[in-house]
T-cell receptor
Framework: SQQGEEDPQALSIQEGENATMNCSYKTSINNLQWYRQNSGRGLVHLILIRSNEREKHSGRLRVTLDTSKKSSSLLITASRAADTASYFC??????????FGTGTRLQVFP | DAGITQSPRHKVTETGTPVTLRCHQTENHRYMYWYRQDPGHGLRLIHYSYGVKDTDKGEVSDGYSVSRSKTEDFLLTLESATSSQTSVYFCAITPGLPSYEQYFGPGTRLTVT
């Protein structure tokens, strides 16, 4: 099945550093989304990028999309301890459902 | 949590018993989803609904059924719970077209012993 695969599976950094995580997928998409999940909580939508967009910003988040390589990256700049969470990409296979990847666990040390 | 509640939040049940999880939304959104989350698998879609009495299967629907008799409620039933259904279950809604951003409930942690 079409699924986003995040890389790396886990990432540990110090506060103030940048965090980059990547997502690869298998088939063409309409859009790609990134979500954050804090421990024990539901997922929270961060950003959506459409297939005709190459880059999108939201605060300290920067998302890129390369449809030729079927990949996306999420950059969190100047990370904070509060950014500690799992991050998931999600792609749409059709127009009625999303397929989520397995996530990247980010740990930001103060 | 975008007006989404799930009940119960935690449940322990025995193998072979039926279990029903409830998702309730206050926004009258058309699309609702049930996912399960397991280590190493991310979120996997169980069933979804695109309106009252309109439901469809997701990736891992075996052993689960759903019902939606009112816009605000989406029920997930494990007809005969098995240990492999021990998981965290999330409900989600989408306010726009189905592939737009989804908003998630707080989750239900289900343990089948």
């Amino acid at each position: 099945s079409q699924q986003g695969e995040e890389d790396p599976q886990a990432l540990s950094i110090q506060e103030g550093e940048n965090a980059t995580m990547n997502c690869s997928y298998k088939t063409s998409i309409n859009n790609l989304q990134w979500y954050r999940q804090n421990s024990g909580r539901g997922l929270v939508h961060l950003i959506l990028i459409r297939s005709n967009e190459r880059e999108k910003h939201s605060g300290r988040l920067r998302v890129t999309l390369d449809t030729s390589k079927k990949s996306s990256s999420l950059l969190i700049t100047a990370s904070r301890a509060a950014d500690t969470a799992s991050y998931f990409c999600a792609t749409d296979k059709n127009t009625d459902k999303l397929i989520f990847g397995t996530g990247t666990r980010l740990q930001v040390f103060p | 949590d975008a007006g989404i509640t799930q009940s119960p939040r935690h449940k322990v049940t025995e193998t072979g018993t039926p279990v029903t999880l409830r998702c309730h939304q206050t926004e009258n959104h058309r699309y609702m989803y049930w996912y399960r989350q397991d280590p190493g698998h991310g979120l996997r879609l169980i069933h979804y609904s695109y309106g009252v009495k309109d439901t469809d299967k997701g990736e891992v629907s075996d052993g689960y059924s759903v019902s939606r008799s009112k816009t605000e409620d989406f029920l997930l039933t494990l007809e005969s719970a098995t240990s492999s259904q021990t998981s965290v279950y999330f409900c989600a809604i989408t306010p726009g077209l189905p592939s737009y951003e989804q908003y998630f409930g707080p989750g239900t942690r289900l343990t089948v012993t």
